[in-house]
Structures are given as C-alpha cells and as structure tokens.
C-alpha cells in the first residue's frame, strides 16, 4: 500500500518534467504507444500484485486449516499462459507497426538536410534552390572554412551552403542526414521525437514530418521567446553540456523563402574553385560571378581571377 502510493505521488510530482507535447506526425504515434503500454503493465502489476497480497492474507496459516495441493490445473495454467500471450502479442504488432512507419524509407519528395556533430557543436548542410540536392562529401576537406568537407568535384554541391542553426519546414517531410567528425555524439529533438545517434565513419539518417511551427509554439506555450532546440545526448566530452544548436520550424513558403536567401558556401568561398574539376569550371563560375566584392587579392582570389578571365 505505501509503494503504491509513493509510485502515484512520485508520477505525479514528476508530470511537469516530462517530454513536451509531442510537435511531429510520428511523436503523437509514439506516445501514444508509450502511453497504451504503461496503462497495460501497470493494470498488469496492480492486479497481480493486490491478488498476492489477498491470497496471502486470506490462506495465512491457521491452525484448523488443512492446506489443499494441486499437483496440476491445466485450464489454470492454460488461462495465465494464454492471456499474458495475447496482450503481449498486441503489444508487439502494435509497436512493431509504429517502428515500421517511423524507419520506413523517406518519401520522395522529403527536404533533405545534413546534420554533423563535432565538439562542441552542430553544423547543418541545405541543398541550395538550383536543385535541392546535396552534394558529396570527404572528411578529408574539413578545414575552417568547410567543416562539413564539402567535395567541390561534384557539381550538387556547388549551390550547398552551410549554417549553425537548423531550419525545418511544417508539414512536409524532412529527412536528416547525420554524421560525426570525432567521437559519438547525438540528435535529440525532444518535441519532434527525433533520437538518432551520430557515428563517426557510420552516416545515419531520420526522417519526421513537424506539425507545429515556432509561431504556433509560441502562442501555444504563452512563451514568446520559446524556441525549438537541438541537444547532443550522447556524453561526448567535456564540452557535452554545450552542444545544442537553435532550431527554426516555419511554413514551407517561409522555409523557400530561407533557403533562396541564403549564399552557396562556394560563393562566400570563391577559393574552392581550384577545386572543380576542369569540365566543370564553367558551371561553377556562375557562383562565384555572384560572390559580393572582392576583398584585397590573395594568392587564392589571384588564381580565381585569372580561372574566370581564361574562360570568358
């Protein structure tokens, strides 16, 4: 009696910290699944345990009593085999049904978005608006100045442009592309239901479809300063409690909108033109042609100059 009520008294205490209300397709699925399992097993514990404890009240010793022995009862024994076999076997294909859909290949027509941990800090690759796809990649190029080792040889990756904070849009899928430069880290989205481990040498991939917009967060909470955020949950070193990156969920229009104003990482860096293979200079120069003024030359920006006025 005192467990059950100091198990009641500590769910009760503890509501408040639980997972926020659920803002993706799949994390309504998933707690709802959470939720049918903890009613059963806890239905299951309660009943089991109270005929434990009525049993063993009820045939406690008495000395007028003659104990009766079953040496078998197989309909007893068919009906606690048979009944705990069907729950479970609900339980099973019901969550086996969630797990499906949730691991379920990506749809087509899926936003993708490349996301990769490094200490301390998270780093989001976009396609650009050319042609929504992002290009190759090499650990071998991460510098300063290209941490996600963007491979200039393949021309998808010639409108790629990278960023610090995570844009998602509503209501369309948004498949995310996780991968790690050091050591073990990963993706936690607690609204969106988003658990994925990052692995270094091992890519990984999620896919969810958002259902409610920073906005909408906003007025939902009575916060106007909430905003969705990304943390590492995997203890990645000393820096771990400082790994998180500010996510941005908006309207899809609005994340169009994000995505053509934004600059191609080989126009910010002109200098990964010596980079591009020879047959596809021409196609690359038009994002360098539309880089902001030159700063004072260098020996990299000289070489650029010189690239560009042998092919006009």
Known sequence: VLGSIAATWSFLEAKPKFLPAAASEHGVLTDNMFWLTMVIITLAFVITNLLLFVFAWRYQYRADRKAVFYPVNHKLEIIWTVIPAIVMAILVFTGWRVWRDITSQAPENAYVIELVGKQFNWYARYPGKDDGKLGNYNYRLIEPTNETGIDFTDEASFDDFTGTQLHIPKGVPVLLKIRARDVLHSVFLPHMR???????GMPTKFWFVATKTTEEMRNETGNPEFNYQ????EICGQGHFSMRMSVVVEEEEEYK???ASNKPDLTNNPQYLSRVPANLKAKAMRYIESAPAAEPATADSTATATASASLK
Do not use: S
């Not at 988003?194 to 692995?199: C, G, I, L, P, Q």
């Open 230 to 233: 990304l943390n590492c949950t």
């Open 257 to 259: 909108a994000w995505l």
């Open 194 to 200: 988003v658990k994925m481990d990052a692995v270094p």
